[in-house]
Every structure is written in structure tokens, then in C-alpha cells.
């Protein structure tokens, strides 16, 4: 058995929100706690879920995962959860309070990153307070990756 320091720490991701980095600019990450029923951890953990289209909102104080999409579990038959219910975040109160001055006095968003299973086994989500992209920075973007792409390929051919 190896030593308690050396263990690798592995994180199941379930759904990932990959136009999130493409369509916004990053500037902060956040690991959130989800509040989920028993069905909707059974869905998350077949790995069936999407963030595709989700946000986060600021109501109150707390923190709401909106439009999220966990289909229903198929073998809990009439105590299912509803798929796109909204859906509570934890965080602490500071981390509220720094996502709300970003909202409010810089006109950022939550955007979802991606939902895992920590090394514990609990339902985490990744969430970004971001900026939009304007399009000629999409297209920076999109120039910059092929630029790496070309340059990747060219040093693994010559050397």
C-alpha cells in the first residue's frame, strides 16, 4: 500500500462546458458544492449530465445553477427528480460576496466550467465569474490554438 502523500488525486468529470473558455474571458474560479437529491447524484454518476447552456445567478444571498441538465435517473421510477430544476450552489459567504462586487460593478457573469466527483466522492461544480468575448477576440482565440496546433506539429516532425 502506498504512503498517504503519494496518492494520486483523481477527479471524475461529468459534464465539462467546453465554449466556456471560447466564448468568455476568465478571470476567477470557484469550486462549489451542489444541493442534489439522491436520484440526481445517480444520474451525475452514470456521467450523464450537461452544463452546455447553464448559468449561475445571484438571488438574494445565494448562489442558483440555472438550466442545468441532469436526465432523470431511469431506475427510480416515481420519486425522479425534474431535469432542469435550479439547482443550489454552496460557497462561502465571501466567495458570494466577491462573485456579487464582480456581477454588479464590472458586469461579469457565472459562467459553469465543468461538474466533478472530488477525491471525497461529493458533487463539485467548477464555476468562473467571466467576461464576454468580444468577436475579434473569439477569433484571437481561434488563430492563437491553430498557431499552436501548426507549431506542435512542426517541432514533432523535425526533431
Given at each position: 500500500?502506498?504512503?498517504?502523500?503519494?496518492?494520486?488525486?483523481?477527479?471524475?468529470?461529468?459534464?465539462?462546458?467546453?465554449?466556456?473558455?471560447?466564448?468568455?474571458?476568465?478571470?476567477?474560479?470557484?469550486?462549489?458544492?451542489?444541493?442534489?437529491?439522491?436520484?440526481?447524484?445517480?444520474?451525475?454518476?452514470?456521467?450523464?449530465a450537461n452544463i452546455a447552456?447553464?448559468?449561475?445567478?445571484?438571488?438574494?444571498?445565494?448562489?442558483?445553477?440555472?438550466?442545468?441538465?441532469?436526465?432523470?435517473?431511469?431506475?427510480?421510477?416515481?420519486?425522479?427528480?425534474?431535469?432542469?430544476?435550479?439547482?443550489?450552489?454552496?460557497?462561502?459567504?465571501?466567495?458570494?460576496?466577491?462573485?456579487?462586487?464582480?456581477?454588479?460593478?464590472?458586469?461579469?457573469?457565472?459562467?459553469?466550467?465543468?461538474?466533478?466527483?472530488?477525491?471525497?466522492?461529493?458533487?463539485?461544480?467548477?464555476?468562473?465569474?467571466?467576461?464576454?468575448?468580444?468577436?475579434?477576440?473569439?477569433?484571437?482565440?481561434?488563430?492563437?490554438?491553430?498557431?499552436?496546433?501548426?507549431?506542435?506539429?512542426?517541432?514533432?516532425n523535425s526533431g
Amino acid at each position: 500500500m502506498a504512503p498517504k502523500g503519494s496518492q494520486r488525486v483523481v477527479k471524475k468529470i461529468v459534464a465539462e462546458n467546453r465554449k466556456a473558455r471560447f466564448n468568455y474571458e476568465i478571470m476567477d474560479t470557484y469550486e462549489a458544492g451542489l444541493v442534489l437529491t439522491g436520484t440526481e447524484v445517480k444520474a451525475l454518476r452514470e456521467g450523464r449530465a450537461n452544463i452546455a447552456e447553464s448559468y449561475a445567478s445571484d438571488e438574494g444571498d445565494e448562489i442558483w445553477l440555472i438550466n442545468s441538465h441532469l436526465p432523470e435517473y431511469l431506475q427510480a421510477n416515481r420519486f425522479n427528480h425534474e431535469p432542469r430544476r435550479r439547482r443550489k450552489l454552496l460557497l462561502s459567504k465571501r466567495e458570494i460576496g466577491r462573485m456579487r462586487v464582480g456581477i454588479n460593478r464590472e458586469g461579469m457573469t457565472l459562467v459553469p466550467l465543468k461538474i466533478y466527483f472530488n477525491e471525497r466522492g461529493r458533487a463539485k461544480l467548477e464555476l468562473a465569474l467571466a467576461k464576454g468575448k468580444k468577436l475579434h477576440d473569439k477569433r484571437e482565440t481561434a488563430k492563437e490554438r491553430d498557431w499552436n496546433r501548426q507549431k506542435s506539429r512542426i517541432l514533432k516532425n523535425s526533431g
